[in-house]
């Protein structure tokens, strides 16, 4: 097949391992601002030559040229490689893309043109934009697809950039410092050199994020993580001392205290075993319920991080939907608040020994698994 011809493949040939990146923006042929042009060329051949996958919606303007940048930049880099195992146009059925070339995925009008695309693509970027493109960010969001807006060429891209500066703990891509992403604002784009310089970033930005997902899918698990809300520290620490009191106990317990932001998540990803805190200021916070629950629901889901959630104090059942596929230390009809001290810390030591157990167990596992690599290395 020729590298510009197009291909239409069904959905299980598309390479999922592939760091796909979504890249939106404005949609029309004429009368693109000269910087957009500039970004979109930039970040498509950066993309393109740094073995990334490129999901777009075939439309002129942006995905046009971000789409052609980046088969050239593929061009340079993999030439053996064909385009459509990187390339993805996402476009209604019945029609073509702007840019003939790639893989293409055929879904109704509406709603699916930014959705399907979100399917695949585990970041995306966004390059000016008049309406259509903020609502792919909003898409994005609901999808937990983290989005780095390059906020220089203005319209939706600038719109969503000061929404994520404006929600930072709710919306910050996992692993990328505040005061890295904040660059991409600081950046002015006046030339070409400008827009080079700004996708610099950008993909340094992207290959971070993408690093601590791929992280958070094979670290080593031998720690336990506490999420609580700040207002029950007291609460935390009663809990944590029966973790202290457990016979040979030398795990390290963390929680947000010792570290904060991408720290926290790093955190997060070497624990074997979670212990939420429940209460209402924690099912409310917006910080635990966009940040900490998704990522430890996730790591749990994935076999690598076991949650124990203790109901510390009465919750409403339509306020904990959250945790519903997550089983309960304890019976929320009875939180600790509502027991005696006595059985509050039985119940409490239980828990403590159920944690300590099953962390020793993950530990004991993954040595053997360590040592199993090594042997199989010799």
């Known amino acids: 097949m020729q590298r510009g011809a197009e291909d239409v493949l069904s959905r299980e040939t598309i390479p999922r391992a592939m760091r796909w990146v979504m890249v939106a923006g404005t949609g029309r042929q004429f009368g693109l601002q000269e910087k957009e042009c500039w970004c979109a060329d930039a970040i498509g051949y950066r993309l393109g030559y740094d073995g990334f996958g490129l999901v777009v919606g075939g439309w002129p303007g942006v995905d046009h040229i971000v789409a052609a940048s980046f088969a050239r930049g593929l061009e340079e880099r993999a030439p053996e490689v064909p385009l459509a195992s990187r390339l993805l146009q996402v476009i209604p059925s019945g029609t073509y893309p702007d840019f003939r070339g790639g893989h293409l995925v055929y879904v109704p009008r509406g709603p699916l043109e930014w959705l399907e695309g979100l399917r695949y693509a585990k970041a995306a970027v966004l390059i000016g934009g008049e309406g259509a493109t903020y609502e792919t960010f909003i898409f994005a969001t609901q999808q937990r697809v983290p989005v780095f807006p390059i906020a220089g060429t203005g319209g939706d891209a600038a719109r969503a950039f000061d929404h ?41 930005l992207l290959q971070q994020q993408f690093r601590f997902a791929e992280e958070v899918d094979s670290g080593a698990r031998d720690n336990v993580f506490f999420s609580y809300a700040h207002q029950d520290r007291a609460w935390l620490e009663s809990i944590r001392s029966h973790f202290n009191s457990v016979p040979g106990q030398q ?6 205290s010792q570290c904060w932001n991408d720290d926290i998540l790093h955190r997060l990803i070497r624990s074997a075993a979670a212990v939420l805190v429940v209460t209402p200021r924690f099912v409310r916070s917006q910080y635990i319920s966009n940040h900490e629950l998704p990522m430890l629901i996730r790591q749990q889901r994935a076999n690598f991080t076991r949650l124990f959630w203790i109901p510390v104090e009465d919750v409403p059942e339509g306020e904990r939907q959250a945790l519903k596929d997550i089983n309960a230390a304890l019976d929320p009809a009875r939180p600790l608040c509502r027991l005696a001290p006595t059985e509050a810390n039985a119940a409490l030591r239980r828990i403590a020994n159920e944690v300590v157990d099953h962390v020793r167990a993950e530990s004991t596992k993954s040595e053997a698994e360590r040592l199993a690599r090594m042997q199989g290395d010799t």
């Open 164 to 204: 994520i500066i404006a929600k930072w703990r709710e919306l910050a891509p996992w692993g990328v410092r505040f005061e890295h992403f904040n660059g991409l604002l600081e950046t002015e784009i006046g030339s070409e050199p400008d827009a080079r310089a700004v996708s610099e970033l950008t993909v340094d």
């Open 251 to 256: 795990l390290t317990l963390w929680d947000d």
